[in-house]
T-cell receptor
Framework: EAQVTQNPRYLITVTGKKLTVTCSQN?????MSWYRQDPGLGLRQIYY???????DKGDVPEGYKVSRKEKRNFPLILESPSPNQTSLYFC??????????????FGSGTRLTVV | GEDVEQSLFLSVREGDSSVINCTYT??????LYWYKQEPGAGLQLLTY?????DMKQDQRLTVLLNKKDKHLSLRIADTQTGDSAIYFC???????????FGTGTRLKVLA
């Protein structure tokens, strides 16, 4: 089954404790992206990757890191989480054509709480 | 910068048509999309339209694009309780890899 798999689904952590949210896709998509969803703000892009070893900042990259060492994986790293990073996070992947990310396939989301 | 706006809420009666509206600012948008998010789930792509099209129909869904006014709408015919969800419009532009979502419209279908 074509899918994007995120782990964990739920995570409660303490301020300053490094964490990684994993994301893996099995569709051989070039393009992967991380979003956070907050009430009233919709989805805001954190980072995206056009292909292996190619990443770029989205609209809200502060406090986050990513890597793309393999095509299928795109982990999101919070080196020193803070309470304002409490949010619902989505990983998504897409094929690309002429510089456009086509329709996304989304993961099921990771609800992160930082206390 | 580019922006995509939607109204936050819409309530309709079961069996009626729903129309969800979206406006965007980027005149170079190439693709425009509609996604559905059910409670506790990720977003699911419903349909998309190329910017050189005016209309696209897919079963109960009709997408209308007014490029002059930068207005996109999603019409759901014979709305059912299972259509209750948050609907997001999004746009992307050729050559930029940028993909911008609206804030989402929460559709509530009353039985």
């Amino acid at each position: 089954e074509a899918q994007v798999t995120q782990n964990p689904r739920y995570l409660i952590t303490v301020t300053g404790k490094k964490l990684t949210v994993t994301c893996s896709q099995n569709m051989n998509h070039e393009y992967m992206s991380w979003y956070r969803q907050d009430p009233g703000l919709g989805l805001r892009q954190i980072y995206y990757s056009m292909n292996v070893e190619v990443t770029d900042k989205g609209d809200v990259p502060e406090g986050y890191k990513v890597s793309r060492k393999e095509k299928r994986n795109f982990p999101l790293i919070l080196e020193s989480p803070s309470p304002n990073q409490t949010s619902l996070y989505f990983c998504a992947s897409s094929s690309t054509r002429q510089g456009i990310a086509k329709g996304y396939t989304f993961g099921s989301g990771t609800r992160l709480t930082v206390v | 910068g580019e922006d995509v706006e939607q109204s936050l809420f819409l309530s309709v009666r079961e069996g009626d048509s729903s129309v969800i509206n979206c406006t965007y600012t980027d005149s170079s948008s190439t693709y425009l999309y509609w996604y559905k998010q059910e409670p506790g789930a990720g977003l699911q792509l419903l349909t998309y339209i190329f910017s050189n099209m005016d209309m696209k129909q897919d079963q109960r869904l009709t997408v209308l694009l007014n490029k002059k006014d930068k207005h996109l709408s999603l019409r759901i015919a014979d709305t059912q309780t299972g259509d209750s969800a948050i609907y997001f419009c999004a746009e992307s532009t050729s050559g930029t890899y940028k993909y911008i979502f609206g804030t989402g419209t929460r559709l509530k279908v009353l039985a």
